[in-house]
C-alpha cells in the first residue's frame, strides 16, 4: 500500500489540487505525506508556506502524518532524489504549476519524473471537469504483455479507496491476415487477450472490484485510450 506519498508542491493553488484526490489513501492508518518544495537554483527562500496551502494541508485526514521538505536545484531531477532518499512508495503531483505552462511544466518535469521513477507516479490535470476529486471509473490500458499487467497490482490498491469500476481497455492494430481457418489475425489476437486475462479478471473481482472488459481493434492506440 501507498504508505508514503511525496507530492511535490510550488505553492500554487493549482499544484495543491492533487491533493484532493489523495484523501482515500491518506485516510489510512498508516499512510504519511511528504510535501516537497523545490527552488530553482538562484531563487530566494521563501519564508512559510501560502495561507491556501497551509490550511489545505491541516485540512487533511486526521489520520495523516505530513512532513514538509524543501530542496534547491532542477524540479524534475530533485523529486527523483527525494523520492529515493524519503523511500516514497508513491510520486502524486499536478500537470500545471505556478507558471500554468503545459510546456514547462506537463512536457518537461511531470515527463522527466515519469520517465525515470523508480516508484508508481500519480499525475492529475487541474484542468480536468471533474465534479469532485474522485475516481468512479480507472481504464486500465493494456497490450497483453507482462510489463502492461504490472499495472494491475496498483489498481487492486487504489480502485477500493474509491469505490471504482475497473475497465480492463485492449487496442490492438488491425491485421488483415486470415488463418486458414478463416479467422483474421487480429481477431485470434483479441480472444488471445480476453483468455490471458480471464485469471487477474477473477482476480480483481475477487477483491470485490467490478470490472469490465474491453476488446478494440484499430489504427492509433493513444488516440482510441483518449477516446476511450
Known amino acids: 500500500m501507498f504508505q508514503k506519498i511525496l507530492v511535490p508542491l510550488d505553492g500554487s493553488e493549482l499544484a495543491s489540487k492533487v491533493l484532493d484526490y ?5 485516510a489510512l492508518e498508516a499512510a504519511s505525506l511528504v510535501a516537497l518544495r ?3 537554483r538562484g531563487t530566494s527562500r521563501q519564508e512559510g508556506e501560502p495561507n491556501h496551502l497551509a490550511a489545505r494541508l491541516e485540512g487533511l485526514s486526521p489520520k495523516a ?3 514538509r521538505i524543501e530542496r534547491q536545484g532542477d524540479p524534475a531531477a530533485e523529486i ?3 523520492a529515493k532518499e524519503e ?3 508513491l510520486i502524486a503531483l499536478s500537470t500545471h504549476g505556478r507558471t500554468g505552462l503545459a510546456r514547462l511544466v506537463r512536457g518537461s ?3 522527466r519524473v515519469v ?5 508508481p507516479v500519480l499525475l492529475v490535470n487541474p484542468f480536468t471537469q471533474a465534479t469532485r476529486a474522485h475516481f468512479e471509473r480507472i481504464l486500465v490500458p493494456l497490450d497483453g504483455s507482462a510489463s502492461s499487467l504490472e499495472a494491475l ?6 480502485a477500493p479507496l474509491y469505490r471504482a469500476e475497473v475497465v480492463l481497455f485492449y487496442v490492438g492494430n488491425p491485421d488483415y491476415r486470415v488463418t486458414k481457418a478463416g479467422e483474421r489475425e487480429e481477431e485470434i489476437r483479441a480472444k488471445e487477450f480476453r483468455s490471458s486475462i480471464a485469471p487477474h479478471v477473477a482476480r480483481l473481482e475477487g477483491a470485490g472490484l467490478r470490472v469490465k472488459v474491453e476488446v478494440l481493434v484499430e489504427f492509433g492506440p493513444a488516440g482510441q485510450i483518449l477516446a476511450a
Open 22 to 26: 489523495l484523501e482515500p489513501v491518506l
Open 65 to 67: 502524518q505530513i512532513q
Open 80 to 82: 527523483l532524489a527525494a
Open 38 to 40: 523545490v527552488r530553482r
Open 109 to 111: 518535469v511531470a515527463e
Open 153 to 158: 497490482d496498483l489498481v487492486t490498491q487504489l
Open 115 to 119: 520517465r525515470n521513477a523508480q516508484t
Open 87 to 89: 523511500g516514497a512508495s
